[in-house]
């Protein structure tokens, strides 16, 4: 259930623009981290100052009609002395809402009182989004933790979950407790690279991907971010679009347990099946950085050896929702399947560099495995009885993922089971374990060997135990 917002009725008088304010919005996180909403709507004739109810970390526009209109903003601490005219650019999430609004992307306001507006045309609704993403905590984002796994090739990166940047979690969900978008889960077929059009060399990268989400999800009304990963300038890397409950130790994947990814809304008629990682920042005119470029590298090299996407290759994309066909790179930049500038014209034409270092990461690094192990292997029952063994589960080379476990090979009247069924080791929890118990039946004798199975998608390793079944 959404825990209840508490609305701050904000009244704004500004001097003979008649700006009407929604009310602001405190929203309880779910970590330490408090971030607060308001949005004033208004026409605009060219040029109008708006005042900000709250000293803006980030801000965005969005209008209905006039689609290509050109506009900018200004920013003030005080109202009477403004910063540069800023160019707004298109969201590229908002731009497939395709609801007759246009949504500009996400500016950093710097603690901005005031927004000075212009357009070549008039506007007669106009809204400001006025976004406080710091919070009241800061967020402990070591840089050295991205520093000990730069050389972990096809190990999965770390990342950092929803939790770790205050992800409200009540903002998927309606006023009912109904999640407004669940997770819908596909093969992996491609993977789609981004920018999201935000400021470059940001002093807060988590209170960007905060702001990110209250403007997709609450704003563009889609109740979630629109990117499976985001990745800062210093390379650490975000956990986006919720997908499950993840167990205690296991680092967030953005899929299923059986390793499907959970759909995104990142590339119009391309989100199923694919996975969506932004860059925060612009690079139209600048890459991205060393950091950014080698978490990058390392988040789809670990992507692809655990999907079996070949880096170079540019093989038919099948939509599985609407069938919709396309050929297209593997490692896709999103101009590749829309017409959008992201992303963004200098680092797009620096893909072939990545996808021979992706290529690299993957060719020199042994594939992601896991081993099966009994203990005892060997052990003896009287008839009818039971017996247990431990099964242990390790990660081999950064495997992380739920294997299903079987058993094959039991005497005639005898019973198998698993506690549990199925275990998720991880590259931060290699080893996982599941008691395996054998119930015999009172006409059994003998000696038999039987195998333990455990299946993760394609990938499927056993190992054999036996038992002696001994006179009652």
């Not at 407004?180 to 470059?200: D, E, G, M, R, Y």
């Not at 690079?283 to 080698?294: F, G, I, V, Y």
Request: charged share 15%; glycine share 10%.
């Amino acid at each position: 259930m959404r825990r209840a917002l508490l609305p701050v009725l904000v009244a704004i008088l500004v001097a003979g623009l008649g700006v009407a304010a929604l009310p602001a919005v405190q929203i309880e996180a779910s970590g330490p981290v408090r971030v607060a909403a308001a949005e004033l709507r208004g026409s605009l004739d060219r040029e109008r100052t708006f005042a900000l109810p709250l000293a803006a970390s980030h801000v965005a526009l969005h209008w209905s009609g006039q689609a290509a209109a050109q506009l900018t903003v200004a920013f003030s601490v005080d109202g009477r002395t403004f910063g540069p005219p800023i160019p707004v650019e298109r969201d590229e999430v908002g731009e497939a809402r395709a609801n007759g609004e246009t949504f500009g992307n996400l500016l950093l306001a710097g603690g901005a009182r005031f927004v000075q507006v212009t357009s070549d045309r008039p506007l007669a609704h106009l809204s400001v989004l006025d976004l406080d993403a710091h919070g009241s905590g800061q967020n402990t984002l070591a840089l050295g933790s991205v520093a000990a796994v730069a050389a972990a090739a096809t190990t999965q990166p770390a990342v950092i979950s929803r939790a770790g940047w205050g992800a409200n979690e009540s903002l998927r969900f309606d006023s009912t407790g109904h999640e407004i978008w669940p997770p819908v889960f596909q093969s992996i077929q491609k993977l789609i690279v981004h920018h999201t059009a935000t400021k470059n060399q940001d002093p807060d990268p988590a209170a960007t991907v905060r702001a990110i989400y209250y403007y997709h999800a609450v704003t563009q009304g889609w109740g979630d971010i629109g990117y499976n990963f985001l990745i800062d300038e210093a390379g650490r890397i975000y956990e986006g679009r919720h997908s499950r409950t993840y167990a205690a130790g296991e680092s967030p994947t953005g899929e299923d347990t059986a390793g499907n990814g959970v759909t995104a809304a990142h590339a119009l008629g391309f989100n199923s099946g694919t996975v969506g990682i932004a860059l925060l920042g612009t690079l139209t005119s600048q890459d991205a950085t060393p950091a950014a470029r080698d978490a990058l590298g390392r988040l789809l090299a670990w992507i692809a050896a655990g999907h079996g996407i070949d880096p170079h290759g540019s093989a038919l994309y099948t939509n599985p929702v609407s069938g919709t066909q396309a050929t297209f790179p593997n490692i896709a930049g999103h101009r590749d399947v829309n017409a959008t500038e992201c992303p963004g014209g200098l680092f797009y034409a620096t893909l072939p560099a990545l996808r021979d270092a992706v290529a690299a990461l993957i060719a020199t690094t042994p594939a992601p495995d896991f081993s099966l192990t009994l203990s005892p292997v060997s052990q003896s029952v009287r008839a009818g009885g039971s017996v247990g063994y431990t099964v242990t589960i390790t990660s081999l080379n950064g495997f992380a993922g739920a294997v299903s476990l079987s058993v094959s090979g039991l005497a005639s009247g005898s019973s198998g089971s698993f506690s549990p069924t199925s275990v998720t080791p991880s590259a931060t929890s290699p080893t996982a374990t599941s008691v395996l118990t054998i119930r015999t039946a009172r006409t059994t004798r003998g000696t038999f060997t039987f195998t333990v199975t455990g299946t993760n998608g394609s990938l499927s390793r056993t190992t054999t135990g036996t038992l002696q079944v001994l006179k009652r």
